[in-house]
């Protein structure tokens, strides 16, 4: 009972920064200190206490009396540096850093470490001093919070100030940090236009490394957040803000995927057509060094196939599939760099199954070419090999043009006949004129 009752008057010394009381206790039992690291039967240690109200000289005593107790978590896992960030005590902050530097990216229940708090709560002094001791803290996802990063946490919390110092703290790494997204790919750009953020979205639009046309996992980019949005007053400001900045809904920002395909395509079509061009001059098995004497029953000439006559049949295969490679490969290249209006995702799809011909007519080219440079004591294994090799390519590619056909008929189908569908039954069902008049209302 002694012992509880010291326990209760210790924790009152510490709500109050009572430092007198605290020694009077520590000269009744000189080990209460110890015991609590040992087992602590407080929700939260007198140290958690003392953070919690900004009692410095109550804090500095505990810690000079045993700084293990810095290290102590109270039932929700904070440490007493968590509780201290959060309130902005900083120079509680400043003495608990040193004692306790690990507790700096430790996570609580909630997956936040001090610096996530003191962010949270706009304590930009309290995050200073806590960057010069570890900047890896900054960089910590929130585990609890859906892959949630610091700066996240500053656009949720309306702190433009903390966002500025993380900024300007973390410039050499800028362009990831201010581009990281959380698990349902918002960046911080989303963030701030989806809560209406005007300044903060003015401000993140001025930072260089910003993508103002990233997209999230549902594939919409910022713009077409603040569309999809209930609209306000400040919708026109956001929405003028962006366009200046060059962000752009999903539905036109093709150009980047279009350049990046075409780039692809280029380098994909002039491997292969060096490769087929390669097999056509050297056939596999090589070529005659000399003419054949006069009256041979196999009459050839200087720079002939070999295979041709030793395997006329696989070699009329081997010379079909290579030239419908190098043609695919060469009419790919001969578009790409013609100079016509390729600026569509359905001409992008007809080339990558161009290409998906001319991978396959190589990859037969191949297996024939095998034919020719393998002796017969291993055909058995060849022809294993082959029969398993050769119908799980032709199933893949099978499944590759299915899904392509499929994809481009879908939307064709789209484009064509059910958007007017649809427009058809709205005006039936009057849903539009409804919409329209929602929309009057609500301007």
């Given amino acids: 009972m002694e012992q509880i009752e010291q326990k209760k008057r210790l924790q009152e010394a510490a709500m109050e920064g009572n430092t007198q009381l605290l020694h009077e206790i520590l000269a009744q039992n000189p080990l209460i200190l110890d015991r609590l690291i040992v087992g602590c039967d407080f929700d939260e240690t007198p140290l958690h206490a003392a953070a919690l109200r900004g009692h410095i000289d109550f804090t500095t005593q505990l810690l000079n009396l045993n700084s293990e107790l810095a290290k102590v978590l109270d039932s929700t896992r904070s440490s007493p540096l968590h509780l201290a960030s959060a309130k902005g005590h900083i120079d509680i902050v400043k003495v608990l850093v040193p004692a306790a530097p690990n507790m700096c990216t430790a996570p ?71 581009n990281a997204t959380d698990d349902y790919g918002n960046t911080i750009l989303h963030v701030a236009v989806a ?79 060096t490769i087929a061009f390669q097999a056509g001059v050297s056939p596999p098995g090589g070529v005659w060094q000399n003419d054949s004497p006069k009256g041979s029953l196999h009459p050839h000439r200087t720079g002939e196939a070999v295979a041709a006559y030793t395997y006329p049949e696989s070699y009329q295969f081997y010379l079909r599939a290579n030239t419908i490679s190098f043609v695919a490969s060469l009419s790919t290249i001969l578009l790409l760099i013609s100079g016509l209006p390729l600026k569509r995702k359905n001409f992008m799809r007809i080339l990558t199954t161009i290409m998906c011909l001319s991978i396959t007519s190589i990859a037969f080219s191949y297996a024939f070419s095998l034919v020719a440079v393998t002796p017969k004591t291993h055909r058995v294994s060849l022809r294993r090999t082959l029969y398993v090799a050769v119908p799980v390519w032709c199933v893949v590619m099978v499944i590759l043009l299915l899904a392509h056909t499929i994809q481009l008929t879908l939307r064709w189908l789209k484009d064509k006949n059910w958007k007017s569908a649809v427009e058809n039954c709205q005006i039936k069902l009057g849903v539009k004129d409804a919409n329209s008049n929602r929309d009057v209302q609500m301007t």
């Fill in 108 to 178: 609580n229940k909630d997956g936040l470490n001090p610096l996530h708090l003191a962010a949270m709560n706009g304590k930009v002094e309290v995050m200073g001093e806590l960057l010069q001791t570890s900047r890896q803290a900054a960089t910590a996802t929130v585990d609890q919070g859906h892959g949630e990063t610091i700066l996240h946490l500053c656009v949720k919390y309306h702190q433009k100030e903390a966002l500025d110092l993380l900024v300007h703290t973390l410039k050499d790494k800028i362009q990831g940090f201010i």
């Fill in 195 to 273: 809560n209406k953020q005007i300044q903060t979205v003015q401000h993140l639009l001025t930072i260089d490394k910003i993508d103002v046309n990233a997209k999230n996992i549902n594939g919409y980019t910022a713009l077409d957040i603040l569309a999809q949005s209930r609209r306000g007053v400040q919708d026109w400001d956001i929405q003028n803000s962006l366009k200046q900045a060059g962000a752009l809904k999903a539905a036109d920002n093709q150009g980047e995927w279009l350049a990046k395909k075409r780039d692809a395509l280029m380098v994909v079509a002039s491997l292969l057509a």
